[in-house]
């Protein structure tokens, strides 16, 4: 038997990365300075909270007060009186009765779906829910059927066929690649007929969509249901870090005691905490931060309709548009970013109908200006890098 030197156990890693750069899949990080003249139509940041001087000096001042870190997982040294402070917030203004902060948006998914399924469970989820939904799913243990996206039919009818007693329905309440919105409403009805909770991943909700930005799920009237858990994350409309959930009291608190990306996990820093709150605070007093995002979205896609491209119609405030290939998707995010328009460029397999888009998402604090400008270097860069628009 030959022994081996060990330079050959990660050759199949080569072959993998190659197998990607054929396909076009091929993926890097790029640092991003500090400051940019660029327009910025790929973050999150929909309320431009992010560079808020009121949120950024929050967090300034909280780590000078409580440190860089939290030190330690939450049920040792990493919550304090800030923590504590944000959940009875984000649950006041959401309209539930209690909430648990995590240190992201993924550690909140994968805890609030692991703890509260298991081997006697059977989860029905929606074919397009987030990453971090679907390995929560894995790592479940329960038995998961995948329904059709946003079809409810199927989602009643698994339910009724089940072979668990216990059951959970998994939905994003806006789908993070097209923009569209759950029917909230019908699936937390078919929920109630068939003995199952339901569980939202709000966010992409939280900030846009309802009453002063109260999200999805506080629109559809289910934020104090006793039967419905929400996830939110901080890093989007609030523009800090961090993820919580959200629901009836009874469930945060097994949360506390179960949840192993809560209680394995060192806290949310102290910093992000404030910004977080800050944000909040801010979004309370300027209501109007919804409207205006929402409001860039639909010019920006009913823009770039007009100009002949395949946009969604937003229901938040992202917008996609198709491109022909996932070589085009990216040819032409690179030229909007030489044009000075930085946009996302979605790609199997974070697509998972397998449509390579360029993905842009509007702020509440996007100009005129910056939509006509946004539009010009989308529809040039478009027809240059072979993006074929539909006839106009």
Known sequence: MSVSTGDSVFDWIDTRAEARAKAGLTRRLRPRPATS??????????????????????????????????????????????????????????????ALVFSSGFAANLGALTALSGPGTAIVADQYIHASLIDGCRLSKADVVVAGHTDVPQVKNALATRGKRRALVVTDSVFSVDGDLAPLTELAAVCREHDSALVVDDAHGLGVLGDGGRGAVHAAGLAKSPDVVTTITLSKSLGAQGGAVLGPSRVIRHLVETARSFIFDTGLAPGSVAAALTALKVLREEPDRPGRALAAAVELSERLRAAGFRASTPTAAVVSVQAPSPESAFAWAEACRTSGVVVGCFRPPSVPDGISRLRLTARADLSEADIDRAVRVITETGASAGAVSRPR
């Open 37 to 98: 003249t660029d327009l910025d139509l790929a973050s999150n940041d929909y309320l431009g909270l992010a560079r808020d001087k009121r949120v950024t000096g929050a967090a300034a001042a909280a780590a000078m007060r409580w440190g860089a870190g939290s030190t330690g997982s939450r049920l040792v040294t990493g919550s304090t009186e800030l923590h504590t402070e944000l959940e009875y917030e984000l649950a006041n203004f959401c309209g539930a009765q209690s």
